[in-house]
């Protein structure tokens, strides 16, 4: 069976420091691979997906970036980070009729 | 641009009533997904719609589709309070693509 990790499940950073969140699947290969934030009490914003090694889509322009290094390894990073960037980061993979199963999350507190 | 909305965007209702929840999208479609989160953990998959017309129950819950009035609902029946959770609707984006955009959510609070 599939399963999806991600880590580490919680982080508090100061503003200014960078930022490496990772999500590895496994149990499938050639993933489809998201990643999503929450702001507390709000819905999903998509931040980027990956069809395939080194292949990245951005949905919103911020100071995040992805990468996906390895088939079933999917990271996000920045360089600096601002308080707006405090939230709750899921990592998802998709099946092939499309349903999204997501990864535990890693909160994220910016000081 | 695709937007998503739900309604209501809390709910809180006795045990043993029924309820729907609302999930509305402004552009075409044909696949529509329900998810539940608990409060402070991740989305749990419930519910995947692919056609017009198509009604998935799962326990006291039961999904459908309208395509072509671009809406879905979510019919609690006989709530309990372990259904107590945030209830998310998803649609894919584009054709041939496969970005989703989540609903605003639904929180749903039942009382014993």
């Known amino acids: 069976s599939q399963t999806i990790h991600q880590w580490p499940a919680t982080l508090v950073q100061p503003v200014g420091s960078p930022l490496s969140l990772e999500c590895t699947v496994e149990?499938?290969?050639?993933?489809?691979l998201y990643w999503y934030r929450q702001a507390a009490g709000r819905g999903l914003q998509l931040l980027f997906y990956?069809?395939?090694?080194?292949?990245i889509s951005s949905e919103v322009p911020q100071n995040l970036s992805a990468s996906r290094p390895q088939d079933r390894q999917f990271i996000l990073s920045s360089k600096k980070l601002l308080l707006s960037d405090s939230g709750f980061y899921l990592c998802?993979?998709?099946?092939?009729?499309?349903?999204?199963?997501f990864g535990p999350g890693t909160r994220l507190l910016v000081l | 641009e695709l937007k998503v909305e739900q309604n209501p965007l809390f709910l809180s209702m006795q045990e043993g009533k029924n309820y729907t929840i609302y999930c509305n999208y402004s552009?075409?479609?044909?696949?529509l997904y329900w998810y539940r989160q608990d409060p402070g953990k991740s989305l749990e998959s419930l519910f995947v719609?692919?056609?017009n017309g198509a009604v998935k129950q799962e326990g006291r819950l039961m999904a459908s589709l309208d395509t072509k009035a671009r809406l879905s609902t979510l019919h609690i029946t006989a709530a309990v309070h372990d259904l107590s959770a945030t209830y998310f609707c998803?649609?894919?984006w584009g054709s041939g693509t496969y970005k989703y955009i989540f609903g605003t959510g639904t929180r749903l609070k039942v009382l014993a």
């Open positions: 998803a649609v894919v």
């Open positions: 552009t075409t479609s044909d696949r």
């Open positions: 719609l692919l056609s």
């Open positions: 149990g499938t290969s050639n993933p489809n």
């Open positions: 990956s069809v395939g090694i080194g292949q």
């Open positions: 998802a993979w998709r099946t092939t009729v499309g349903t999204q199963y």
